[in-house]
């Protein structure tokens, strides 16, 4: 079999948002919700005709910049390269453009690439990609997370949680993080309240508050029984978030911004999180989300991966033995394939590599030029 690379095509796919979104983080350019994702596509081809599918997202910038790494700077490296050698040519990709993007739109790019990569073993092998990875388990838990808003009622979020969990999955999840934190505290005292004493609920600040006021929120949501308050402060200050985690009890969930194993093992090291939150794309695809799933496992931190739940699937279930998925729809009008979701636990689609597909038409009716 000749499994050498012999095209690398990029799109760019701009979707709408089931449900628009805003965050402490991001918002519409005038202050209002965010309605569409970027979707940075790639196919690779080998000579033997397989086709392997990969793809990026960003909300505010970056998608055309993350086509243009892809078209202009990584599909000639890959050209020619045996499409199984994920880990060497994980390697090339990165050393090529280290000095212009250790994080950020080039590791994005590279995720891309890396999907694809694994996509084709998986068709090559004719195994789904997670029975490559272990096969550690056949679902996971999902919660839960479009449908806490920081534009929505208390009331239009409810009827979004109600209908996950009725679905049967373990919980919710919603934003806080608006100028006045009383306001945050409010809403999640009338959600628990509502929802029950029972209720699984984490909280998302998307890095908002400095260390006072994440502190002061961090006990209010002790006092509610909140799972996890996620991305508290700047993700680039570990010390900062070493200082929150040793003074609150609740756990301190970060990770969705960092770019590599490198910035998960300083967060480790420095005891600065409790709950580790990779997100495929912007660690560098599943070679990179492996590595951080050891390293969450030898520290005894549980993991809980963020978004891209249709890829994620895959390595959540074939290394990692407990952790959850967050549901976010945001991409799944792109696949044909819609997600299986039973009983409020996921199944990685059942096709051989992602098991993903976007037609044609969708890329003729999402493409940017
Ligand atoms: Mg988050």
């Avoid at 409010?186 to 929802?195: F, I, P």
Wanted: aromatic share 8%; net charge negative; charged share 25%.
């Amino acid at each position: 079999m000749n499994t050498r690379i012999a095209e690398a095509r990029a799109e760019l796919l701009r979707m709408p948002l089931p449900r628009p979104m805003q965050s402490g983080s991001s918002s519409g350019k005038k202050g209002g919700p965010v309605s569409h994702i970027n979707m940075p596509v790639v196919f690779i081809t080998t000579e033997d005709g397989v086709r392997g599918l990969g793809y990026a997202w960003s909300l505010l910038g970056g998608a055309t910049a993350t086509r243009c790494v892809l078209k202009d700077d990584f599909a000639p490296l890959l050209v020619g390269e045996d499409a199984l050698d994920n880990e060497r040519l994980w390697d090339k990709l990165y050393r090529r453009l280290q000095t212009v993007g250790r994080v950020g739109l080039v590791t994005q790019a590279m995720s891309a690439v890396d999907l694809a990569l694994w996509d084709i073993k998986g068709r090559v092998a004719g195994l789904p990609v997670y029975k490559l990875l272990g096969g550690r388990r056949e679902s996971a838990p999902c919660y839960g997370s479009d449908g806490g808003w920081l534009y929505m009622s208390v009331q239009e979020m409810l009827a979004a949680f109600e209908g996950y969990l009725g679905q049967g999955m373990m919980g919710v999840k919603m934003k806080i993080g608006h100028e006045d934190y009383r306001k945050d505290v409010q809403r999640v005292r009338e959600v628990r309240k509502a929802l029950g004493d029972d209720a699984w609920i984490a909280v998302d600040a998307n890095q908002k508050w400095d260390f006072p006021t994440a502190l002061r929120v961090g006990r209010e949501l002790e006092q509610l029984g909140v799972a996890w308050f996620e991305e508290p402060m700047l993700c680039e200050d570990i010390p900062v978030h070493a200082r929150l985690a040793a003074a609150l009890d609740i756990p301190i969930a970060m990770g969705e911004t960092l770019g590599s194993r490198f910035e998960f093992d300083a967060y480790i090291r420095a005891g600065a999180a409790d709950i580790l939150q990779p997100d495929i794309v912007r660690v560098g695809g599943i070679t990179e989300m492996v590595k951080i799933a050891a390293l969450g496992d030898v520290a005894g931190l549980p993991l809980a991966p963020h978004h891209m739940m249709e890829s994620t699937i895959q390595v959540a279930c074939g290394v990692m033995a407990a952790a959850p998925i967050e549901y976010m729809p945001w991409i799944a009008a792109a696949f044909s394939e819609p997600a299986r979701i039973e009983n409020g636990r996921m199944f990685p689609p059942a096709g051989p590599g992602l098991g993903l597909t976007i037609p044609e038409e969708t890329i003729r009716r999402f493409r940017v030029e």
